[in-house]
């Protein structure tokens, strides 16, 4: 398994630093060295505009607090008032920031747009402390791509700048970009020597933050020239520092160097632990190359251990996020995706807020009409002065009926966004209240699919090409469930969950669930004939039903999310995994709502064991006219 690489990302307004880093090639992008982040002064303009101010305050809160996404919203808004203001220096700092949360979050190519575009500010400014800044980043994205002659083309141009500018903190992060750089390209020994020179730079100042970066570096050299207990010497250093320094995205790489020292070492159960850890602060960061790492480090502990299942199931997430990030033919493609959905997610934000800021129009216009009526009643005594007065209250009256009419869009707009993201009751209520209350729902008819044979598929196919076949399959499914009232409620990684009698809880829906999975099961029949006719490989499919009491509710605050929970979500997992391929299996308390069905037919299959269940009564559910495939 490669070792994790931090390279060096210039930041600025903050005494934050941040971490970026993922797989490239054949290599992990993470790679062979690590990095630190410059700092630079947040500029103070006389004119600096006190709402870009407040919004990048939001944004630097935001980052600390692992809510990238947020800080990215609140960015874009301190854009739009820098520009509105014309205070360049502000836009590509702004920039800047931008790219380096991109980087992190695995969004390469949106990273490298911004620092182009703030690298031609920067040089209209003639501003030599941000064109080092900018450079820097620069080198750092094309070390991720192993481009090393342009990364250290921009590292020498930045540090040219630092040294010109008598900076020597940001000398000492220059250090850490070309030790990085020596690392990735095998010459280990150069590599210490860079890294022990920026150490030395850290303890002089008592940069507690930096030392500990500096740690890493060298217990990453020193893991590469097979000195693996002396690499853990260095780990354990700066996991003790970062564990006090609240920085959740560098903690969680720390906790996966030292997962993986541990079972290079033979220490499986301990390193199988630090990955456990380091994938719990991923997941909550959203940070997909972070996950990536975290997830092949515990499917190669599980491995080691002896757990198949468990092992086989890591793998599985890591072949996923792999390719999302580093499939060589969807790079481009994956990042047009992952802009698109953050847009969406900002559109959902903003539309809200013009919303807002189109009723406090509306309330101030209505408010100008009323003290135009009053002035009227003063001007009567002149016809002209009345025409003239009921002239202008007619364009206002206008321009009201305007505002009411792009509000209405607007609350459309957001209606819809809100309705592809949760059951119209809970939507309401949200819209209603602001929140929206956890509730128990009985007789909840819950289905789960997986497709068999995906990992053997993975192998066989492109990223691309499984993407789009799994995409294929799920638009299918979310037709299907539409037409019979069904609500889907998530799919993770190749199964896709759904659940019938949500809004109402009515035994009903339990007969609408089984046929949408039969129908489900017929459109897999049909579309594996066709791939198999073309010659190509094609999924099968189990599907489980059954049906109980769960609590449904929203989790989370800005990017919240519908979900489900209970024991009733657990069986109808275990009916799917009890299943076979091409059959809907339900559950004894399925097969009461629904077996005097006229149109269905039914297989007992009795008592069969079920994973962390014990023995379970089950049943194959079929048409009793089957469908032609």
């Not at 509000?407 to 819809?416: K, L």
């Not at 799917?576 to 809907?584: K, L, N, R, T, Y």
């Amino acid at each position: 398994m490669a070792a994790l690489k931090l390279t060096t990302l210039s930041s600025v307004f903050s005494k934050h630093f941040y971490l970026a880093g993922y797989r490239a090639g054949l290599a992990f992008l993470f790679g062979a060295a690590w990095g630190s982040l410059t700092v630079i002064a947040q500029p103070t303009p006389a004119d600096h505009d006190c709402q870009c101010d407040d919004y990048q305050a939001q944004a630097l809160t935001a980052e600390k607090e692992g809510r990238y996404l947020d800080a990215l919203v609140l960015l874009d808004s301190a854009m739009v008032h820098a520009r509105r203001t014309g205070l360049k220096e502000v836009v590509a700092s702004v920039q800047v920031r931008k790219s380096v949360i991109h980087l992190m979050l695995g969004e390469h190519n949106t990273a490298l747009i911004e620092l182009l575009e703030a690298l031609r500010t920067r040089e209209g400014l003639h501003d030599l402390m941000g064109l080092a800044e900018v450079n820097n980043n620069l080198g750092s994205i094309y070390l991720y791509q192993k481009d090393y002659e342009r990364a250290e083309g921009y590292y020498k141009q930045s540090l040219s700048l630092y040294k010109e500018l008598g900076l020597e903190r940001e000398e000492a992060k220059a250090y850490n970009n070309f030790g990085a750089l020596k690392e990735d390209q095998g010459l280990l020994e150069e590599a210490l020597g860079f890294h022990r020179r920026s150490l030395g730079i850290w303890q002089n100042l008592r940069d507690e933050s930096w030392m500990a970066v500096s740690y890493l570096h060298l217990g990453q050299c020193l893991e590469k020239l097979s000195e693996p207990d002396s690499a853990a010497f260095y780990f354990s250093r700066s996991a003790s520092i970062l564990a006090d320094q609240k920085n959740p995205y560098l903690l969680s790489m720390v906790y996966q160097v030292l997962g993986n020292n541990n079972r290079l070492t033979g220490r499986y159960r301990q390193g199988l632990t630090w990955c456990e850890k380091a994938l719990a602060i991923a997941e909550k960061l959203g940070a997909v190359p972070l996950q990536k790492e975290a997830c092949e480090c515990i499917f190669r502990a599980q491995e080691a251990l002896g757990n198949k299942g468990e092992a086989l199931d890591f793998y599985r997430r890591f072949i996923l996020l792999r390719d999302s990030v580093f499939g060589q033919e969807n790079v481009k493609e994956m990042t047009r995706i992952e802009m698109g959905n953050t847009f969406a997610q900002k559109q959902l934000a903003d539309s809200l807020v013009q919303a807002k800021d189109r009723l406090r129009a509306k309330f101030v216009y209505e408010q100008g009409i009323s003290r135009e009526r009053e002035r009227r009643n003063i001007v009567l005594i002149s016809g002209i002065g009345v025409l003239l007065l009921a002239a202008g209250l007619w364009n206002r009256l206008l321009f009201v009926r305007r505002s009411r009419t792009v509000i209405q869009r607007e609350r459309d707009r957001s209606d819809e966004l809100l309705l592809n993201i949760l059951p119209k009751a809970i939507a309401d209520e949200l819209k209603e209240h602001g929140r929206a209350q956890a509730r128990d729902i009985e007789n909840v008819s819950i289905l789960f699919t997986d497709f068999k044979g995906f990992t053997e598929m993975s192998e066989r196919l492109s990223a691309q090409d499984l993407v789009s076949e799994i995409d294929t399959c799920f638009k299918a499914f979310d037709a299907i469930v539409t037409e019979h009232g069904v609500e889907k409620i998530k799919t993770i990684g190749d199964a896709y969950m759904a659940a019938g009698g949500l809004s109402s809880g009515s035994t009903d829906m339990a007969l609408a669930t089984v046929k949408a999975a039969l129908d489900m099961q017929d459109f897999m029949a049909r579309y594996a004939a066709e791939r198999t006719s073309q010659g190509k490989p094609a999924f099968t499919m189990r599907v489980g039903i059954h049906t109980g009491p769960i609590v449904a509710g929203i989790v989370g605050d800005k990017k919240f999310a519908y979900d489900i929970w209970g024991d009733t979500v657990n069986t109808a997992s275990r009916m799917e995994s009890s299943g076979a391929e091409g059959q809907v299996n339900i559950s004894e308390s399925t097969y009461a709502l629904v077996s005097n069905a006229n149109d269905l037919r039914f297989v007992s299959r009795g008592k069969v064991q079920a994973k962390g269940k014990g023995e379970l009564e089950m049943y194959f559910v079929q048409r009793a006219v089957p469908s032609t495939p």
